[in-house]
């Protein structure tokens, strides 16, 4: 059986800049142990990136949520400090334009078949998160899907717990300590 762990938007914005919160800085430690896990066991590490332009604020997007962040090029685009070495050899980087990603989708059929478990980990679990899930759920519909709600963290501790109990009525197993 094959192991992608894939872990959602652990970048600067999210963290410290202009998006950050005490509850993502909380969950750095175990998203570090998480992919260190994982890649001393050999599995595949997806890393997604929310990925925008300068024109970010003009976007459909940008007008619902005017705040600038994650503009490439910039440190807030760029992984947090922590989670950034494990991003290196033998890792895939997904730039995404939006909170789900076809491109996750396409960087992952070649490489997945029906024995294949996705884990989720990552920003923000009733954001980015679930919209990655449920597209995992949508392309892979025989496969395991799991989402470490401790290493998560919504926009606010109830739309993290509402985020999760709408991915467990998919059929995306929510994984607690």
């Known amino acids: ?48 990136l929310d990925t925008h332009a300068d024109d970010y604020l003009s976007t459909h997007e940008g007008r619902l ?10 440190w807030g685009h760029e992984l947090q400090k922590d989670i950034r070495p494990f991003a290196g050899e033998g890792a895939i980087i997904v730039k995404k334009p939006s909170f789900g990603s076809f491109e996750l989708i396409d960087a992952l059929k070649p490489i997945a078949d029906g ?15 679930i919209s990655n899930a449920l597209l ?14 401790d290493a998560c963290a919504g ?3 109830a739309a993290h717990e509402a985020a999760l ?13």
Do not use: W, Y
């Not at 999210?14 to 969950?27: C, D, N, P, T, Y």
């Not at 949520?65 to 910039?74: A, D, M, N, R």
């Not at 294949?116 to 980990?121: H, I, Q, R």
């Not at 392309?139 to 470490?148: L, M, R, T």
């Open 136 to 149: 995992l759920r949508a392309a892979f519909p025989e496969n395991d899907i799991f989402v470490d709600a």
């Open 155 to 157: 926009t606010t501790p």
């Open 65 to 74: 949520l005017p705040v600038k962040h994650c503009i490439s090029g910039t």
């Open 165 to 177: 109990a709408a991915m467990r009525s998919c059929h995306i197993a929510v994984l607690s300590k």
């Open 115 to 129: 024995e294949t478990s996705f884990e989720l980990c990552g920003l923000c679990t009733d954001i980015c998160v």
């Open 1 to 48: 059986m094959r192991n992608i762990l894939i872990v959602v938007d652990m970048q600067n914005d999210f963290i410290e800049g202009a998006l950050g919160s005490a509850a993502a800085r909380a969950v750095v430690p175990a998203v570090a142990a998480k992919t260190a896990k994982a890649k001393e066991r050999g599995d595949t590490v997806v890393f997604t």
